[in-house]
Protein backbone atom coordinates (compact mmCIF):
# COMPACT_ATOMS: atom_id res chain seq x y z
CA UNK A 1 0.00 0.00 0.00
CA UNK A 2 1.07 3.58 -0.65
CA UNK A 3 2.83 5.19 2.49
CA UNK A 4 1.25 8.71 1.84
CA UNK A 5 -2.13 10.78 2.28
CA UNK A 6 -3.06 13.60 -0.11
CA UNK A 7 -6.09 15.67 -0.66
CA UNK A 8 -8.15 13.70 -3.63
CA UNK A 9 -8.80 17.10 -5.31
CA UNK A 10 -7.72 21.14 -5.30
CA UNK A 11 -8.39 23.98 -6.73
CA UNK A 12 -5.61 26.93 -7.58
CA UNK A 13 -6.24 30.51 -9.46
CA UNK A 14 -3.92 30.57 -12.58
CA UNK A 15 -1.40 33.07 -11.45
CA UNK A 16 -1.18 31.99 -7.57
CA UNK A 17 1.06 30.02 -5.69
CA UNK A 18 -0.36 25.85 -5.99
CA UNK A 19 0.77 24.27 -2.49
CA UNK A 20 0.04 20.36 -2.41
CA UNK A 21 0.51 18.85 0.96
CA UNK A 22 1.16 15.68 1.86
CA UNK A 23 1.39 13.17 4.88
CA UNK A 24 4.01 10.06 5.30
CA UNK A 25 4.22 9.59 8.61
CA UNK A 26 5.74 6.47 8.62
CA UNK A 27 8.62 7.38 6.25
CA UNK A 28 12.17 5.52 6.85
CA UNK A 29 15.33 7.46 7.65
CA UNK A 30 16.63 6.56 4.19
CA UNK A 31 13.17 6.70 2.44
CA UNK A 32 12.60 9.75 -0.10
CA UNK A 33 9.67 11.81 -0.97
CA UNK A 34 8.96 11.96 -4.66
CA UNK A 35 7.17 14.22 -6.77
CA UNK A 36 5.20 13.63 -9.98
CA UNK A 37 2.69 14.71 -11.91
CA UNK A 38 0.28 13.16 -14.54
CA UNK A 39 -1.28 14.55 -17.15
CA UNK A 40 -4.53 13.13 -19.08
CA UNK A 41 -3.67 9.64 -19.73
CA UNK A 42 0.12 10.77 -20.44
CA UNK A 43 2.95 9.14 -18.42
CA UNK A 44 4.10 10.30 -15.35
CA UNK A 45 6.39 13.51 -15.44
CA UNK A 46 9.01 13.69 -12.85
CA UNK A 47 9.01 16.72 -10.61
CA UNK A 48 11.26 16.80 -7.46
CA UNK A 49 12.69 14.57 -4.88
CA UNK A 50 14.16 15.26 -1.44
CA UNK A 51 15.41 13.34 1.80
CA UNK A 52 15.43 16.05 4.49
CA UNK A 53 16.56 18.94 3.44
CA UNK A 54 13.85 21.90 0.94
CA UNK A 55 14.59 21.11 -2.73
CA UNK A 56 14.33 23.55 -5.54
CA UNK A 57 14.21 22.93 -9.83
CA UNK A 58 12.87 24.86 -12.53
CA UNK A 59 9.25 23.38 -11.91
CA UNK A 60 8.60 23.34 -8.42
CA UNK A 61 9.79 23.53 -4.82
CA UNK A 62 9.84 20.96 -1.81
CA UNK A 63 9.16 21.67 1.62
CA UNK A 64 9.90 18.85 4.14
CA UNK A 65 8.87 19.28 7.48
CA UNK A 66 11.88 18.57 10.01
CA UNK A 67 10.43 15.28 11.44
CA UNK A 68 9.77 14.16 8.02
CA UNK A 69 6.17 13.29 8.68
CA UNK A 70 4.47 15.38 5.80
CA UNK A 71 6.06 17.95 2.89
CA UNK A 72 4.19 20.28 0.58
CA UNK A 73 5.38 20.44 -2.84
CA UNK A 74 4.79 24.53 -4.22
CA UNK A 75 3.85 25.58 -7.94
CA UNK A 76 5.42 29.00 -7.45
CA UNK A 77 2.92 30.57 -10.42
CA UNK A 78 0.43 27.82 -11.65
CA UNK A 79 -0.84 27.66 -15.17
CA UNK A 80 -3.90 25.91 -17.05
CA UNK A 81 -0.95 23.78 -18.01
CA UNK A 82 -0.36 22.53 -14.43
CA UNK A 83 -3.67 20.77 -14.23
CA UNK A 84 -3.16 17.40 -13.22
CA UNK A 85 -3.25 14.76 -11.09
CA UNK A 86 0.37 15.30 -8.44
CA UNK A 87 1.28 11.95 -7.12
CA UNK A 88 3.41 12.39 -3.82
CA UNK A 89 5.63 8.67 -3.43
CA UNK A 90 7.73 7.41 -0.66
CA UNK A 91 10.31 5.25 -1.94
CA UNK A 92 11.23 2.25 -0.67
CA UNK A 93 15.15 1.87 -0.62
CA UNK A 94 15.49 -1.70 -1.29
CA UNK A 95 13.96 -3.49 -4.46
CA UNK A 96 14.93 -1.75 -7.58
CA UNK A 97 13.54 1.59 -5.62
CA UNK A 98 10.51 0.87 -7.45
CA UNK A 99 7.71 3.76 -6.71
CA UNK A 100 4.31 2.63 -4.99
CA UNK A 101 1.65 5.40 -6.62
CA UNK A 102 -1.20 6.30 -4.46
CA UNK A 103 -4.48 7.95 -5.56
CA UNK A 104 -2.91 11.07 -6.16
CA UNK A 105 -4.40 14.73 -5.97
CA UNK A 106 -6.18 16.12 -8.63
CA UNK A 107 -5.20 19.53 -9.11
CA UNK A 108 -7.44 21.88 -10.97
CA UNK A 109 -6.21 25.37 -12.13
CA UNK A 110 -8.78 27.57 -12.95
CA UNK A 111 -8.69 31.52 -15.01
CA UNK B 1 17.54 11.61 -27.46
CA UNK B 2 14.29 9.55 -27.72
CA UNK B 3 14.22 8.13 -24.06
CA UNK B 4 11.58 5.37 -23.21
CA UNK B 5 9.99 4.35 -26.09
CA UNK B 6 6.71 2.09 -26.32
CA UNK B 7 5.14 -0.02 -29.29
CA UNK B 8 2.26 0.12 -29.87
CA UNK B 9 0.42 2.92 -28.78
CA UNK B 10 -2.85 0.98 -29.35
CA UNK B 11 -4.49 -2.67 -29.33
CA UNK B 12 -6.94 -4.63 -29.24
CA UNK B 13 -6.58 -8.49 -28.14
CA UNK B 14 -9.40 -10.93 -27.84
CA UNK B 15 -9.88 -13.06 -24.99
CA UNK B 16 -6.93 -15.55 -24.82
CA UNK B 17 -4.35 -14.30 -27.48
CA UNK B 18 -0.77 -13.21 -26.47
CA UNK B 19 1.26 -10.57 -27.14
CA UNK B 20 4.44 -8.34 -26.44
CA UNK B 21 4.43 -5.12 -24.91
CA UNK B 22 7.90 -3.40 -26.35
CA UNK B 23 9.70 -1.26 -24.45
CA UNK B 24 13.01 0.34 -25.50
CA UNK B 25 15.49 3.06 -23.70
CA UNK B 26 18.56 4.51 -25.02
CA UNK B 27 19.86 6.48 -21.43
CA UNK B 28 21.59 3.49 -20.68
CA UNK B 29 19.65 3.32 -17.06
CA UNK B 30 19.92 -0.46 -15.31
CA UNK B 31 16.81 -0.03 -13.62
CA UNK B 32 13.36 -0.37 -15.67
CA UNK B 33 9.44 -0.79 -14.98
CA UNK B 34 6.87 -1.86 -15.85
CA UNK B 35 3.31 -0.25 -14.99
CA UNK B 36 -0.50 -0.66 -15.15
CA UNK B 37 -3.14 1.91 -14.61
CA UNK B 38 -6.83 1.03 -14.55
CA UNK B 39 -9.40 4.02 -15.34
CA UNK B 40 -9.48 6.60 -12.18
CA UNK B 41 -6.82 4.69 -10.61
CA UNK B 42 -3.58 5.43 -9.64
CA UNK B 43 -0.21 2.92 -10.99
CA UNK B 44 0.60 -0.23 -10.29
CA UNK B 45 3.97 -2.03 -10.26
CA UNK B 46 3.91 -5.27 -12.56
CA UNK B 47 7.77 -6.44 -13.12
CA UNK B 48 10.82 -4.69 -12.40
CA UNK B 49 14.81 -5.49 -13.53
CA UNK B 50 17.17 -3.84 -11.48
CA UNK B 51 19.88 -4.90 -14.76
CA UNK B 52 19.97 -7.42 -17.35
CA UNK B 53 18.75 -10.68 -16.48
CA UNK B 54 17.19 -9.92 -13.33
CA UNK B 55 13.71 -9.12 -12.92
CA UNK B 56 11.63 -9.59 -10.02
CA UNK B 57 7.89 -9.11 -9.16
CA UNK B 58 5.68 -5.95 -8.13
CA UNK B 59 2.71 -5.90 -6.74
CA UNK B 60 0.57 -7.48 -9.55
CA UNK B 61 2.19 -9.97 -11.84
CA UNK B 62 -0.12 -12.40 -12.58
CA UNK B 63 -0.75 -12.87 -16.10
CA UNK B 64 2.15 -11.65 -17.26
CA UNK B 65 5.85 -12.33 -17.87
CA UNK B 66 8.73 -10.35 -18.06
CA UNK B 67 12.53 -10.50 -19.65
CA UNK B 68 15.59 -8.74 -19.50
CA UNK B 69 18.43 -9.98 -22.18
CA UNK B 70 19.81 -6.14 -23.03
CA UNK B 71 20.05 -2.99 -21.49
CA UNK B 72 17.95 -1.47 -23.85
CA UNK B 73 14.77 -3.50 -24.02
CA UNK B 74 12.33 -4.83 -21.03
CA UNK B 75 9.38 -6.49 -23.26
CA UNK B 76 6.34 -7.12 -21.24
CA UNK B 77 4.38 -10.76 -22.36
CA UNK B 78 0.58 -11.17 -21.86
CA UNK B 79 0.16 -14.73 -22.27
CA UNK B 80 -4.11 -15.82 -22.75
CA UNK B 81 -4.97 -12.51 -22.53
CA UNK B 82 -8.13 -11.39 -20.37
CA UNK B 83 -10.76 -8.56 -19.86
CA UNK B 84 -9.35 -7.55 -16.75
CA UNK B 85 -5.66 -6.92 -18.51
CA UNK B 86 -7.69 -4.08 -19.87
CA UNK B 87 -5.60 -1.16 -18.67
CA UNK B 88 -3.16 1.39 -20.10
CA UNK B 89 0.65 0.11 -19.71
CA UNK B 90 3.63 2.27 -18.66
CA UNK B 91 7.37 1.54 -19.18
CA UNK B 92 9.81 3.71 -16.90
CA UNK B 93 13.42 3.71 -16.96
CA UNK B 94 15.73 5.22 -13.90
CA UNK B 95 19.97 5.69 -13.86
CA UNK B 96 19.11 4.34 -9.96
CA UNK B 97 17.26 3.75 -6.99
CA UNK B 98 17.51 6.99 -5.99
CA UNK B 99 16.69 9.33 -9.35
CA UNK B 100 13.77 9.56 -11.09
CA UNK B 101 11.84 7.45 -13.62
CA UNK B 102 11.53 8.12 -17.17
CA UNK B 103 8.03 7.12 -18.07
CA UNK B 104 7.37 5.81 -21.75
CA UNK B 105 4.09 7.29 -23.32
CA UNK B 106 1.41 4.63 -22.82
CA UNK B 107 0.32 1.31 -24.70
CA UNK B 108 -3.49 1.39 -24.08
CA UNK B 109 -4.73 -2.31 -24.15
CA UNK B 110 -8.48 -3.67 -24.73
CA UNK B 111 -9.16 -7.64 -24.06
CA UNK B 112 -12.29 -8.42 -25.64
Known amino acids: DAKTTQPTSMDCAEGRAANLPCNHS???????VYWYRQIHSQGPQYIIH???NNETNEMASLIITEDRKSSTLILPHATLRDTAVYYC????????????FGQGTELSVKP | NAGVTQTPKFRILKIGQSMTLQCAQD?????MYWYRQDPGMGLKLIYY???????DKGEVPNGYNVSRSTTEDFPLRLELAAPSQTSVYFC???????????FGSGTRLTVV
Open chain 2, 27 to 31: MNHNY
Open chain 2, 49 to 55: SVGAGIT
Open chain 1, 89 to 100: IVRVASQGGKLI
Open chain 2, 92 to 102: ASSRGQIYGYT
Open chain 1, 26 to 32: TISGNEY
Open chain 1, 50 to 52: GLK
